[in-house]
């Protein structure tokens, strides 16, 4: 999937994302996947999007030094 589509994709998909450090302290949050990939500048945008989603599913513990979660606690 292309950025481009990953911004066309209708608002009920994209859900607010919450960035914390390992200390379970809250760091930032991003209105999607894709902004808080942009804002680490990672370069492989897409699989680091998934990644970070793969994360805040409970799939994964630790993405890019940081705990994820598409809630807020």
Known sequence: MSIINDWMKPKAEIKDIFQY???LNFVAKYSSCLEAVTNLQLEKINSARQ???EV???RK???YGYIWSY???
């Open 61 to 63: 513990r630790i993405g």
């Open 21 to 23: 450090d390992l200390d």
């Open 56 to 58: 805040a599913r409970g």
């Open 71 to 73: 809630l807020n606690p």
């Open 51 to 53: 990644f970070i989603s």
